[in-house]
DNA sequence: AAGGTATATTTAGTTAGCTAACTAAACAGT
DNA sequence: ACTGTTTAGTTAGCTAACTAAATATACCTT
């Protein structure tokens, strides 16, 4: 029976916000199983790679190295998170972690010439690959895709801002 | 400066898709930031209620308990995933896993007296908070938003099917 | 009946996220 | 100058996902 299996898609029985919720968790969970291959096959994860592509830009944009904290607001990720990414790209050889010199707290972090070459490498493949996984919507869509996620992501960002105890109540 | 902070949210000089992609993985991490404490109010995980759904929704429509693939294909993740939820929520007396009748090889899992009266009681809350985490987005966008994520996922599902190997070339 | 293949689950080991609790440095107010 | 608070980062320990490989049972074909 190649046609379908019985898997129920969506449970028409829901609320609207609760199918929307579910089919959002379910597109990321496929989005995020079509793009591992593709970054495996550079022998990096997702989380590595976005690491590499903040700091590349970063690096061509402005001058200096990022501090771990930045990189963390960046990704929406804890400290204790950003200290394990950034350790494994290190040991990899990737990038190279650096005192900074004004604040003796601060550790700063930069691409070495070898994280510098592959993460530009996997940039030019990237967005043919995000192109193709994403093909099954029209430009169209995608633009209504991204316009509804902005908005939703911008109305919920405020609620969970890091000092506000979320859910408290 | 309460208005805003440094970080780009969305960077304009990315193809469409990128662009799209990027606030995909964006909104998901602060939903998900906003659901966490929800859930940890009733002392469980998101991946714990979504197996508890599971199986009172089933419980509820059909006779039988459920075997783990079932699960794992329910909810997108590898066996050796479903066993350690599972075996988490055995441990914490929420479910409970015994052997199938005609088959050796499964095990199958239903909710303990305890697990089902939890679940209930989640259940009850569960759509007020989405609908509130939602809430940035008015019924229509909703419903535009939901159409749009059930036709990209249905779009990529074929290509990241469990045996056909992803992103091989 | 035996052998080979397929299916269901587990184990071992990795990455990545989290919280809580810690160290160390910077800053602020007396 | 001291004390107290805030900020940057790490460590320890948890959950949850993954792959690769092992185990055990079922099925199928001859």
Redesign the pocket.
């Known amino acids: 029976m190649p046609t379908s299996n019985t898997i129920p898609q969506v449970d028409l029985n829901q609320p609207l916000a609760v199918r929307t919720f579910r089919s959002l968790i379910r597109a990321m ?1 496929l989005m ?2 079509a793009m ?2 593709f970054f ?1 096959g550079y022998g ?8 590499c592509r903040i700091l590349l830009s970063h690096e061509e944009e402005t001058a200096g190295a990022l ?6 607001d960046r ?15 290190q ?2 050889g990737y990038i190279k ?1 650096g005192a ?1 010199d ?8 930069r691409l070495t010439p070898k994280g510098r070459a592959l993460t530009r490498r996997v940039r030019q493949a990237h967005a043919a690959q995000v192109q193709s996984v994403l093909g099954g919507l029209k430009e169209i869509e995608q633009a209504e895709l991204l316009r509804l996620l902005v908005r939703l992501a911008d109305a919920i960002e405020p609620k969970v801002s890091k ?1 506000l105890e ?1 859910g408290h109540a």
Do not use: F, M, N
């Not at 990704?75 to 950034?86: A, E, N, Y």
């Open positions: 969970g995020h199983r591992a291959p495996a990096i994860t997702a989380s590595q790679w976005v690491v501090r771990l904290t930045d990189l963390g990704l929406l990720i804890r400290p204790p998170s950003v200290t394990g990414v950034v350790r494994r790209l040991s990899e972690i900074s004004d604040d003796a707290r601060v550790k700063r972090v000092h979320v």
